[in-house]
C-alpha cells in the first residue's frame, strides 16, 4: 500500500509559478511510474504529467508541454510538478498518482485507470 500527499497549491496570478511536492511513504517508491492529473469543477479528470521509474522518460499533456516539469528525487520519496506561466485555464484540484504498471509506450501512463495509489489533492486556483 502506498500512501501519497500533496502540497504546494495555492492562489496566484496569471504567468506566475507554482511548484507542487507529492511525498509517498512506501519502501517501493523508486519502481513507481508518477503521474500528475488535475480536475477542474464540472470536468472529468486530465493527465498532466508522467515519469518513469528512473526520471529518464517524462511525458505531457499537450497543454501544458513547455510549461510545467516533472520531476522525482527517490532518496525524498517525492515527486515535484514545477509549473511555470500559469494560465486561469490550469485552475484544478491536481492529484498525484503512483503505478506499478511498465509498458513500452507512455501513451499508457495518460489514462487514470492505470494508476493505482492517489492522493487527496491540492487545490491551485490561478487568477486572470
Known amino acids: 500500500q502506498e500512501h501519497l500527499v500533496e502540497s504546494g497549491g495555492g492562489l496566484v496570478q496569471a504567468g506566475g509559478s507554482l511548484r507542487l511536492s507529492c511525498a509517498a511513504s512506501?519502501?517501493?517508491?523508486?519502481?513507481?511510474?508518477m503521474g500528475w492529473f488535475r480536475q477542474a469543477p464540472g470536468k472529468e479528470r486530465e493527465f498532466v504529467a508522467a515519469?518513469?521509474?528512473?526520471?529518464?522518460?517524462?511525458y505531457y499533456a499537450d497543454s501544458v508541454k513547455g510549461r510545467f516539469t516533472i520531476s522525482r528525487d527517490n532518496a525524498k520519496n517525492t515527486v515535484y510538478l514545477q509549473m511555470n506561466s500559469l494560465k486561469p485555464e490550469d485552475t484544478a484540484v491536481y492529484y498525484c498518482?503512483?503505478?506499478?504498471?511498465?509498458?513500452?509506450?507512455?501513451?499508457?501512463?495518460?489514462?487514470?485507470?492505470?494508476?493505482?495509489?492517489w492522493g487527496q489533492g491540492t487545490q491551485v486556483t490561478v487568477s486572470s
Open positions: 512506501g519502501r517501493t517508491f523508486s519502481t513507481y511510474v
Open positions: 515519469i518513469s521509474w528512473s526520471g529518464g522518460s517524462t
Open positions: 498518482a503512483a503505478t506499478t504498471r511498465i509498458y513500452s509506450s507512455g501513451s499508457y501512463y495518460y489514462s487514470a485507470g492505470q494508476y493505482d495509489y
